[in-house]
């Protein structure tokens, strides 16, 4: 099977090369749409010029990717909301007011419930665009409803980048959602408004409070009643850390997220018990249209999450094709779905986009080849065998991105889908009778508890599984470079495996010099030594990378572990391996420069030498102006430990000796060059 062969395939494949460009190379909107038109218009001339051939020349075929890459760079620019004259980042007039409605609820924090939202006026001039709202958490605070519309007094804030080396960049990763700003606020200073709109995702919000509040009438457990929401309703908001974490360490994380998984067992449920349709005339097209709305009706059940609705549209091609009597491919199935789904770009960075369309397409590839590597007889062993060789293809695909951003591997990832992934069918279709009875009150308490045993059950076999430590390996770090020769070896491999020539050979060779030049590269460039001064609230951080060691000096004893902020990031971004702690000393040479630190105490007087940056920490209280008069240093520095009111006099006082001032709680970490 060879899939360059598959023509949906290829221009999927086009579509994400478009996308990329349109994202990294920042092509004009103008640009972008005339690129499309010449080439629309030259894609038609050809098509006119050779409607009496059977065959297509190539040239129509290199005209066509070429417009769905030109198709991909304009899809960029046109979903690029700040283009649009009417976005509220546009509007220069002052703000007294803001109208807004809640789009979705999203997973809150220890201090704010949080939202998306969605701008519809500032002031009296109707805007458009997507904003972040933070709710302060009080014991009077409620979750707001989807579609609710509110006025706040309150104006936008700027959404703050990392501070520190290695921190994961929540502004980038809103910003590929259109939210560029947030509102933060307390719920006593909202004003609702009145309005009678409703949305789908409204509507699944207000089936899905209704549901939970049924469930909590039952005698469910919490941790129970947590993993039921997550597994049919699709909210995670109330798993507990500890035993998130289990799910994690135990490679079964996947089971409490609603996806392709989930919606695929479903499909297998009603593609079974519907089958007796068949025997009725147009007996396929009611069950296809039966099953169709089931699935839809599930992914309404949970909430609509942009999972949910992908992994239900791609299903639903799935259904229609296996349910068809026209030969149909997985693969133009699976890619039809990514193409459509596609055609709103920003999913593309989407690290569940990615995984999820990674794991299908390495099961459709690979599964069909590992099944063949053992012809089991007994139909028991035979079932858990296909498992096994579903699981272990969903992983070789997903493995290098799941470490590239969450650098951690399970090593029993394998057993514990063995073990729940048989029964999950019969805990999803359970739950949902579980769902419908409770929603109706006429759940026995004896069913629910029954229920209850099923789930703790299958909660305990993650505790043990999660407690194998030294099956877990953590903190991993991968460049983005090594990711893709990654890939590349993988795919070289599998060529090889379905095309055992000398060429293909050839090809594996190559990727695994590629790979090893990739992590030579990558080691030398980790092996440099580096300073950094850390931003931490209340505390004072400076640290010396060499090699692979990194020494902390600080007078605080909380980051004295490598697991904690700032350093946990870092660490694992610079591939550290051991971290060391001292007390922090007054002066330190730095390239070739000295460092002056001004601690409380007070004291600067230096008379050996002239330091080139002073480092002012735990708020000293010193007349700055006398201290650059006297050593004339040349950068001040401040870290997170110094008084907000103390900062803003310094740099009024830098601004006017015309020093350069640098403040970590603005500009993050500082990393001495």
């Known amino acids: 099977m060879k899939l360059n062969h598959f023509i949906i395939v290829k221009l999927t494949v086009f579509l994400i090369l478009g996308i990329c460009l349109g994202y990294f190379l920042n092509i004009s909107l103008l640009w972008s749409t005339i690129i499309c038109c010449a080439l629309l218009c030259i894609l038609f001339v050809i098509y006119l010029l050779n409607t009496s051939s059977f065959n297509s020349p190539k040239s129509f075929g290199i005209v066509a990717f070429l417009l769905t890459v030109s198709i991909g760079i304009f899809s960029v620019n046109i979903h690029n909301q700040k283009l649009q004259k009417s976005h509220y980042t546009n509007i220069t007039t002052p703000t ?124 469910f457990d919490t941790d129970q009643r947590a993993v039921i929401n997550a597994l049919l309703l699709g909210q995670r908001q109330n798993i507990s850390e500890p035993l998130y974490t289990n799910y994690t360490k135990a490679g079964a994380v996947h089971i409490l997220a609603v996806s392709g998984l989930h919606v695929g067992i479903i499909l297998l449920l009603l593609n079974y018990l519907l089958s007796p349709l068949e025997r009725v005339k147009h007996g396929k097209l009611i069950k296809t249209i039966c099953i169709v709305i089931l699935m839809w009706c599930f992914a309404i059940l949970t909430g609509l999450s942009p999972s949910v609705s992908r992994a239900t549209l791609m299903f639903t091609l799935v259904t229609i094709s296996m349910n068809s009597n026209r030969p149909t491919n997985t693969f133009n199935t699976v890619a039809i779905s990514a193409f459509i789904l596609l055609l709103h770009p920003m999913l593309l960075f989407d690290v569940g986009f990615q995984l999820s369309y990674l794991a299908v397409f390495s099961i459709v590839l690979l599964q069909p080849k590992l099944i063949l590597l053992w012809l089991p007889k007994h139909k028991v062993v035979r079932f858990f065998w296909n498992i096994l060789t579903v699981t272990l293809a969903a992983q070789i695909g997903v493995l290098p991105l799941s470490v590239y951003y969450f650098h951690q591997f399970p090593g029993l990832f394998f057993l514990s889908n063995l073990i729940i992934i048989p029964f999950l069918g019969f805990i999803l279709g359970f739950g949902v009778l579980i769902i419908i009875l409770s929603s109706i009150e006429v759940l026995p308490n004896l069913l629910a508890e029954f229920y209850n045993k099923i789930i703790g059950i299958m909660n305990a076999i993650v505790n043990w599984i999660a407690n194998q430590d030294q099956f877990i390996f953590s903190s991993i770090s991968i460049e983005f470079n090594t990711l893709i020769f990654i890939y590349g070896v993988i795919l070289s491999l599998i060529y090889l495996y379905l095309n055992p020539k000398f060429k293909s050979v050839t090809i594996v060779l190559f990727a695994c010099i590629g790979l090893q030049t990739v992590l030579i590269y990558n080691k030398n460039a980790a092996s440099e030594s580096e300073w950094v001064l850390f931003h931490k609230n209340r505390e004072n951080i400076l640290g010396h990378k060499t090699l692979n060691h990194l020494n902390i000096y600080s007078n605080t004893d909380t980051i004295s572990t490598i697991n904690s902020y700032p350093l946990s990031g870092y660490t694992i971004a610079k591939a550290t391996q051991t971290v060391t702690q001292q007390p922090m000393d007054n002066v330190y040479r730095i390239k070739n420069r000295n460092l002056l630190i001004v601690d409380s105490s007070g004291v600067y007087n230096v008379s050996t030498f002239k330091p080139h940056y002073v480092l002012l920490t735990h708020s000293p209280k010193i007349n700055l102006n006398r201290l650059i008069d006297s050593i004339s240093p040349n950068e001040i520095i401040v870290d997170g430990s110094n008084y907000k009111s103390y900062i803003n006099r310094w740099e009024a006082t830098c601004k006017t000796k015309k020093i350069p001032f640098y403040q970590t709680g603005k500009k993050g970490a500082y990393i001495f060059k």
């Not at 309150?154 to 990392?162: N, T, V």
């Not at 959602?177 to 919000?205: A, E, F, H, R």
């Open 96 to 219: 007294t007011h803001i109208t807004f409605k809640i789009q979705d609820v999203l997973k809150p924090n220890a201090y704010y419930d949080k939202y998306k939202i969605q701008i519809l006026k500032i002031n009296d001039e109707f805007v458009s665009g997507t904003s972040l709202l933070n709710i302060k958490k009080d014991s009077l605070t409620t979750t707001l409803n989807v579609d609710a519309v509110y006025l706040t007094s309150e104006d936008f804030k700027g959404i703050s980048p990392p501070l520190n080396p290695g921190q994961f960049n929540y502004k980038a990763y809103l910003a590929r959602q259109y939210i560029y700003s947030q509102i933060t606020t307390s719920q006593n200073k909202l004003l609702q408004l009145q309005t009678s709109k409703v949305s789908l995702t409204g509507i699944s919000q207000r089936i899905n409070t209704y549901v939970n509040s049924k469930l909590k009438t039952y005698p």
